[in-house]
């Protein structure tokens, strides 16, 4: 289905929740919300596709652990899928965004350490981040769509219940 205006395909959303990575066949948008989690969104600019991921920890070296959960496995994997599904790494670039600190919630700073995971990753790949919206005291809301590589940051004072989907109540 296309915009008769544009004769853009209308993307489909799909919510991604934390511990999870989404590669879109289609044109979709993206969405999540994020406090000290961080995701990394990869597009292919040439073949015009994307995918995110979502993770809440920065790595895990032991295997029986390894999920999408942990950065350094949510990262590999996202490039991993890009790549068998016929993007070459020279077309990638990524966007980071997240990694938000409350230091009423935690002492030690996770989102700092999400962040940095994410972009030794990249560099080690050699997937140039073309921008980042990270760190601070913020939680976010991020909408990614895969077909143009557009990324909306809305940041939020306090996450609420009805800032995740299925949403319900007042937003």
Same mark, same amino acid.
């Given at each position: 289905? $296309?915009?008769?205006?544009?004769?853009?395909?209308? @993307?489909?959303?799909?919510?991604?929740? @934390?511990? =999870?990575?989404?590669?879109?066949?289609?044109?979709?948008?993206? +969405?999540?919300?994020?406090? +000290?989690?961080?995701?990394?969104?990869? =597009? %292919? /600019? &040439?073949? !015009?596709?994307?995918?995110?991921?979502?993770?809440? #920890?920065p790595?895990?070296?032991?295997?029986?652990? *390894?999920?999408? /959960? =942990?950065?350094?496995?949510?990262? #590999?994997?996202?490039?991993?899928?890009?790549? %068998?599904?016929? +993007?070459? @790494?020279?077309?990638?670039? $990524?966007?980071?965004?997240?990694? *938000? =600190?409350?230091?009423?919630?935690?002492?030690?700073?996770?989102?700092?350490?999400?962040?940095?995971?994410?972009?030794?990753? #990249?560099? !080690?790949?050699?997937? /140039?981040?073309?921008?980042?919206d990270?760190?601070?005291? &913020?939680? !976010?809301?991020?909408?990614?769509?895969t077909?143009?590589?557009?990324?909306a940051?809305?940041?939020?004072?306090?996450l !609420?219940? *009805? %800032?995740?989907?299925?949403?319900?109540?007042? /937003?």
């Amino acid at each position: 289905m $296309a915009n008769t205006h544009t004769k853009e395909p209308i @993307p489909i959303n799909y919510f991604l929740e @934390p511990g =999870y990575i989404f590669l879109a066949a289609k044109p979709t948008v993206i +969405s999540g919300v994020l406090g +000290s989690c961080v995701a990394v969104c990869i =597009y %292919d /600019r &040439k073949r !015009r596709i994307g995918g995110m991921n979502h993770f809440q #920890l920065p790595f895990t070296k032991e295997k029986h652990l *390894a999920t999408a /959960r =942990y950065g350094n496995v949510a990262t #590999l994997t996202l490039v991993q899928m890009m790549t %068998d599904h016929g +993007s070459k @790494p020279r077309h990638l670039e $990524a966007q980071i965004i997240g990694g *938000a =600190y409350n230091p009423g919630i935690s002492g030690k700073n996770i989102g700092q350490e999400n962040i940095q995971v994410a972009r030794k990753l #990249l560099a !080690r790949k050699r997937i /140039r981040i073309v921008s980042e919206d990270v760190g601070g005291e &913020k939680g !976010r809301k991020v909408v990614f769509n895969t077909h143009t590589n557009e990324v909306a940051v809305i940041k939020v004072e306090k996450l !609420r219940t *009805a %800032d995740w989907f299925p949403y319900e109540g007042e /937003r």
